[in-house]
């Protein structure tokens, strides 16, 4: 059974680089079926798209957040990271991690998240 | 980027049936899942594709599409359904950017 765990820092400084692992484990994140992405939800409000990768590196991002966002592949480790820079409060939410269908927009399974507070 | 419009609450009485909407452009050329999502969990998929439930997932619900509108359909609502509902699309550019929608509070009464 497939399942994905989130990992990193829980608390974040203001204008620093928020870090974030998340390790695959029961199947391999080199299929190439699949792509692999990060979701996030302030808390109390919806979910927000970050992004997603191809095991091959192939990357897509969120226009609101593309100049800030980094999500690099691991195969070697079986783990996908995101970066997101310049942080402010804004940016504090639970963060998850998931793989998406290739054929279908299809987030399942999903992380069961990891919350990121942004505070001095 | 494409937006997706959910309503954001509706309640079902038990047993009876609900449907939930998701409005948006790009749901015209693509379409769109369905998460569920209670309280401190994570999202769990319900509906992908045309009509497409994971294992597990009872026969109770059931997506559909027409035009620039996605539904999930909930018939014979149980106390268990009770939690948030988003759905999720492509992006209009299809460049395989995806968009969550608004998301709908679900209370079965």
């Known amino acids: 059974q497939l399942q994905l765990q989130e990992s990193g820092p829980g608390l974040v400084k203001p204008s620093e680089t928020l870090s974030l692992t998340c390790t695959v484990s029961g199947g391999s994140i080199s299929s190439s079926s699949y792509y692999w992405g990060w979701i996030r939800q302030p808390p109390g409000k919806g979910l927000e798209w970050i992004g997603s990768i191809y095991y091959s590196g192939s990357t897509y991002y969120n226009p609101s957040l593309k100049s800030r966002v980094t999500i690099s592949v691991d195969t070697s480790k079986n783990q996908f990271s995101l970066k997101l820079s310049s942080v402010t409060a804004a940016d504090t939410a639970v963060y998850y991690c998931?793989?998406?269908?290739?054929?279908?927009?299809?987030?399942?399974?999903w992380g069961q998240g990891t919350l990121v507070t942004v505070s001095s | 980027s494409s937006e997706l419009t959910q309503d954001p609450a509706v309640s079902v009485a038990l047993g009876q049936t609900v449907r939930i909407t998701c409005q948006g452009d790009s749901l015209r050329s693509y379409y769109a899942s369905w998460y569920q999502q209670k309280p401190g969990q994570a999202p769990v998929l319900v509906i992908y594709g045309k009509n497409n439930r994971p294992s597990g997932i009872p026969d109770r619900f059931s997506g559909s599409s027409s035009g620039n509108t996605a539904s999930l359909t909930i018939t014979g609502a149980q106390a268990e359904d009770e939690a948030d509902y988003y759905c999720?699309?492509?992006?209009?550019?299809?460049?395989?950017?995806?968009?969550f929608g608004t998301g709908t509070k679900v209370t079965v009464l």
């Open positions: 998931a793989r998406r269908g290739g054929n279908w927009n299809d987030y399942d399974p």
């Open positions: 999720n699309s492509r992006d209009s550019s299809g460049n395989h950017l995806d968009v």
